[in-house]
T-cell receptor, first 108, second 113 residues
């Protein structure tokens, strides 16, 4: 069993829809990261969480430490949100363990 | 402030050769981590450096090595290249180590033929 599990693996949505991507982990962590990767490879760090909830524009990330679960929400989705979203957990120092990613496609 | 830079961006090597990849962190950042991304294995942690010391190492063979210089720039080296080493190699820098946000570079795409 992977230490970091993401669901769903693939997600399609119509523009404007509310999107949720889930991440569950089985190890003790120092922080949880949500990353975005566009075709071509570039990775952007969206959020780093150790508790509670963070919001940036249309993106919201929550984490429940007791349940070892995090969610990434995208409100009013847009085609430019199409990307792979990756959950990663920090284990000691800066070692990250990654989920397999969720490929999101938003259609106009 | 300039972002994380990686050189070269693309590289083609032959089996058995060695390669050195470079990463320049954001100015002021002292932590540099390296990751390998392949279609089969996804993203995997290679190593982490902080103040010229390797603090953590992933499960990769000894052919993979790295170092960090006093200006925080980091290099990773892969010797005796194998076809399976073809991957996108990403580095990320952070202000400090231990739960700080990491900023990723654009990556170096290595193809081994």
């Amino acid at each position: 069993k992977n230490e970091v599990e993401q669901s769903p693996q693939n997600l399609t949505a119509q523009e404007g829809e509310f999107i949720t991507i889930n991440c569950s982990y089985s190890v003790g962590i120092s922080a949880l990261h949500w990353l975005q990767q566009h075709p071509g490879g570039g990775i952007v760090s969206l959020f780093m969480l150790s508790s509670g909830k963070k919001k940036h524009g249309r993106l919201i990330a929550t984490i429940n430490i007791q349940e070892k679960h995090s969610s990434l929400h995208i409100t009013a989705s847009h085609p430019r949100d199409s990307a792979v979203y990756i959950c990663a957990v920090g284990i000691n120092t800066d070692k990250l363990i990654f989920g397999t990613g969720t490929r999101l496609q938003v259609f106009p | 402030k300039a972002g994380v830079t990686q050189t070269p961006r693309y590289l083609i090597k032959t089996r058995g050769q060695q390669v050195t990849l470079s990463c320049s962190p954001i100015s002021g950042h002292r932590s540099v981590s390296w990751y390998q991304q392949t279609p089969g294995q996804g993203l995997q942690f290679l190593f982490e450096y902080f103040s010229e010391t390797q603090r953590n190492k992933g499960n990769f063979p000894g052919r993979f090595s790295g170092r960090q210089f006093s200006n925080s720039r980091s290099e990773m080296n892969v010797s005796t290249l194998e076809l399976g080493d073809s991957a996108l190699y990403l580095c990320a820098s952070g202000l400090m180590t231990g739960g700080y946000e990491q900023y990723f570079g654009p990556g170096t795409r290595l193809t081994v033929t």
